[in-house]
């Protein structure tokens, strides 16, 4: 069922500049969070995943931090370039299934030179 | 290369009639799963299939159907019970759960 909230849904930077996306979950079993990019008329790709049982990731300019107790998780974009530009997903596993995920509704990032 | 295939990229369908999505991959992956895109609604579960020959209904199943008889493959069915069927579909597969899906590149189903 529904279980991720996702903040803001768009979102506007320049170019250089640092973005921040937040997600809520629900259920406090949820064990692996990751986050998608996806461009126009393209499916979503996987660009960082974190596990419970750690509190941040890094790869490059991207990173995501995640608190458990307060269930919520966030992508950092550091030195946004236009080519950031796109929809950005996060998701949790399915409440009901446990095994699919959820998706939130997305943010739309657009990068200005 | 592995991946996921989704065909047809545009599929026109009239009102009454049934029309299948085809979703293939050569990743070996056991799991796959259908979602529909809708604006503003991110993507929401239709079906998930597990391993072959098994499959589980998602938040929205109503008016699908699929089908899991080869593991590389998992089409979908939008039947003529699914009142409001116009949607960006996208098939996805993982290795199985609490790992990363590989997204195919989607369907875009126009009612007519």
């Known amino acids: 069922g529904e279980n991720v909230e996702q903040h803001p849904s768009t979102l506007s930077v320049q170019e250089g500049d640092s973005a921040v996306i937040k997600c809520t979950y629900s259920d406090s079993a949820s064990n692996y969070f990751p986050w998608y990019k996806q461009e126009l008329g393209k499916g979503p790709q996987l660009i960082i995943d974190?596990?419970?049982?750690?509190g941040e990731k890094k790869d490059q300019r991207i990173a995501v931090t995640l608190n458990k107790t307060a269930k919520h998780f966030s992508l950092h974009i550091t030195e946004t370039q236009p080519e950031d530009s796109a929809v950005y997903f996060c998701?949790?596993?399915?409440?009901?299934?446990?095994?699919?995920?959820?998706f939130g509704k997305g943010t739309s990032l657009l990068v200005t030179p | 290369d592995g991946g996921i295939t989704q065909s047809p990229k545009y599929l026109f369908r009239k009102e009454g009639q049934n029309v299948t999505l085809s979703c293939e991959q050569n990743?070996?992956?056991?799991?796959m799963y259908w979602y529909r895109q809708d604006p503003g609604q991110g993507l929401r579960l239709i079906y998930y299939?597990?391993?072959?020959?098994?499959?589980q209904k998602g938040d929205i199943a109503e008016g699908y159907s699929v089908s899991r008889e080869k593991k590389e493959s998992f089409p979908l069915t939008v039947t003529s019970a699914q009142k409001n069927p116009t949607a960006f579909y996208l098939c996805?597969?993982?290795?199985?759960?609490?790992?990363?899906?590989?997204f195919g590149s989607g369907t875009r189903l126009t009612v007519v």
């Open positions: 299939s597990q391993i072959v020959n098994d499959f």
């Open positions: 996805a597969s993982s290795v199985g759960a609490g790992y990363g899906y590989t």
């Open positions: 990743l070996n992956h056991d799991a």
């Open positions: 998701a949790a596993p399915n409440s009901n299934s446990g095994y699919a995920l959820n």
């Open positions: 974190i596990r419970s049982n750690v």
